[in-house]
């Protein structure tokens, strides 16, 4: 089952391109599709002349959202990097506090953290999911804090940690019960990153419903998309109603008058931005379906190929196959270019795992756990080509 | 010329329906117009999948912004809040400075500060411009400030005073001279929130473009609309590079890799709300005419009627007239409130001027001068009906 490099190489190209099948132009990483009533519902709002933040879209969208993932509650929001910010200052992050994230995330989720002048703290991943190892977190807990005044404290740096956020990486659910169990044991809040996992189930209950709050991303290369927009999901109403008001600039309903009664933001979803959402969401369980189709074309194209494997959803989740991912065996940067190189020049849009926060300049002071498993994973990772539109309706 | 309460609510009241003319339903206060290329751009995006971030409208509508206003560089970004955040960071507020703003100005403005960590200084505006007022506030700084190794010091707080950032209210320039003056005199920073005045020119050149840098808004309630967003203005070509930089999160060019440079924003403009822009601005011309046209007859309505004025144009400036403002001679705001509730009663939606910053709780201890001019006409305002589309083309 070993391979050379360059057998590896060129049977990774040839495999990707059967999957694919012929295709004139680049075939992108991942691209929407609009084959439902996306005009329709856009050019009302223009008709109307609603394509701004009062418009009914909003609401609908923000219904669908609930209907779909069973939060209670979905408030629309600008992008999902803003939900996520607004999400830890809901629940209680502070200026100095610490909040556990993964190293190999997007950087969205380090930069939120740092938007409430609070600061990451890196943590390991999962070679099965990509996402936090709760298991390595508990023992790290373990060494590093303490609980004084009900209170986690990280007893190096002083500072308080307040929150864990998992991620959960191109669709793959994190171990969510490990994670909850490591939580509750230190009094961290939850805030779930599914900025990926619209449409990625846990046990059968939609991901991003199991923290106290979690945020989904609507951007142009996600499963669905509103153009730019985010959401913020929550089970309570008292968040749901706080994380509205504070989206919509804190203003106290009024026939005439402007009150602000706190610093609030301007982070709500357009209506025409909702509408497109609206249109996407009707057609969200045929994306799933044909991207699971999709990943599954991937996985036995690869099946007992030696020096590669296709990553496949953890034991008890439904994954969305946001971005369909091959893990090399070795970590050998040189080799992943190679392929990369190779992968692009085919036109096969094909990209690396994002480069782990603590190689980036203004996170590489971060407090942060052993990252083995990251270094190890982030030179081995390619996403290839992933959107629904490549398979049949 | 005296007018008895009654008499003024009952005169203002029928002078604007005079100048409305028979309308079925709500005459809203600011209603965009989509009678341009909207619907062909907007669907071209949905039609080619490009509704995100990486489309071509977003250039061409920088593009366009930068012809218009003359601005060497425009960068779009996803509401005009964004913008100002952006760009008070980027001409180097930081944490526990105090910028200059008006009392009297829209939510926004005081919060973008906040956002920085900084801290808004309020200052009172002229009755003429409803903006800020450079004698006082020359005075004013002469009294409380003081320069210290090139910086401006607060003598009463310790803290630096970085910048001042004028807002064209309601789409009258301020006087800009007077403010670049004492800008220049204690070495400040001017960052113009034109939000509310794209189209709007003091001495021939357009508002927005004197400051280091300067914001827009496209918010659906203003001349142009993009459902919602913003741009910065520059002529400074490496601050607008950086704006780009950072509120396109700091992304290093790279064929596949995914490396960040610096702490940034996910406050890119999505290419669908940038092609509504695109057609939008193409109409701006013609809205800028008909909003004077409407303006006009405001004026001449009440003209010679006692007890309020029709604000105008300040001398050598060109109005957009973005919301067209009665001033009531007295500040009474059980009479002002009568007459909005009659104006609204009426199907005319109309609203009084924002509460001044001192009267919100997050601002009411921030430092501040005399702001008698502000509290003063915060009870006389009320701007009516305005959109273009009120006029024939």
């Known amino acids: 089952m070993s391979s050379q490099p360059e057998n590896l190489q060129a049977r ?50 923000e219904q669908s959202l609930a209907d779909y993932t069973g939060a209670k509650y979905a408030v629309a929001t600008v992008n999902g990097t803003a939900a996520l910010f607004v999400a830890l200052q809901l629940v209680g992050v502070q200026p100095g506090d610490e909040v556990l994230i993964p190293a190999l995330t997007f950087i969205a989720t380090a930069n939120a953290v740092t938007y409430c002048h609070a600061r990451p703290h890196l943590c390991d991943v999962e070679e099965t999911t990509l996402g936090l190892d709760a298991g390595k977190l508990g023992a790290y807990l373990r060494e590093i804090a ?51 996992s619209l449409g990625s189930f846990y ?25 730019g927009g985010g959401a913020i999901l929550t089970n309570d109403a008292d968040l749901a109603r706080h994380a509205k008001h504070i989206t919509t600039t804190a203003k106290v309903p009024h026939a005439w008058e402007f009150y602000h009664d706190e610093t609030g933001y301007n982070y709500r979803m357009p209506n025409i931005n909702a ?42 989740c439904a994954s969305n196959y946001w971005l369909n991912t091959l893990v090399l065996d070795k970590s050998d940067k040189g ?12 036109k096969i849009q094909s990209r690396p795992i994002w480069q782990p926060m603590h190689k980036l300049p203004m996170y590489d002071k971060c407090p942060r756990m052993d990252l083995s498993t990251t270094d190890n994973l982030s030179g081995r990772i390619i996403n290839v080509p992933s959107s629904a539109g490549l398979m049949a309706r």
């Open 335 to 346: 080799l992943r270019d190679q392929i990369l190189g190779a992968l692009n020049e085919a």
């Open 275 to 316: 509408a497109l959402g609206v249109a996407q969401l009707e057609q969200l369980p045929g994306f799933v379906e044909r991207k699971r189709r999709l990943a599954r074309r991937y996985l036995d194209e690869f099946a007992g190929v030696g020096g590669v494997r296709v990553m496949t959803e953890p034991a008890g």
């Open 203 to 227: 046990h059968g209950q939609h991901t991003g419903t199991f923290g106290r709050l979690g945020i989904l991303s609507f951007n142009g290369n996600k499963i669905v998309t509103t153009g």
């Open 146 to 196: 303490k609980i004084e005044g009900g209170q986690c404290i990280n007893k190096r740096t002083g500072a308080r940690i307040r929150a864990i956020v998992p991620m959960h990486t191109f669709g793959h659910a994190v171990d969510l019960e490990g994670l909850l169990a490591v939580a509750q044991e230190w009094g961290l809040v939850v805030v779930e990153d599914a900025a990926e």
């Open 12 to 61: 990774i190209v040839e495999g990707v391109k059967r999957v694919l099948g012929e295709r004139a132009g680049m075939v992108l990483l991942h691209g929407p599709e609009f084959a439902g009533h996306e005009w329709a519902y856009v050019k009302e709002c223009i008709d109307t002349a609603w394509v701004s933040s009062a418009g009914a879209y909003v609401g609908r969208f």
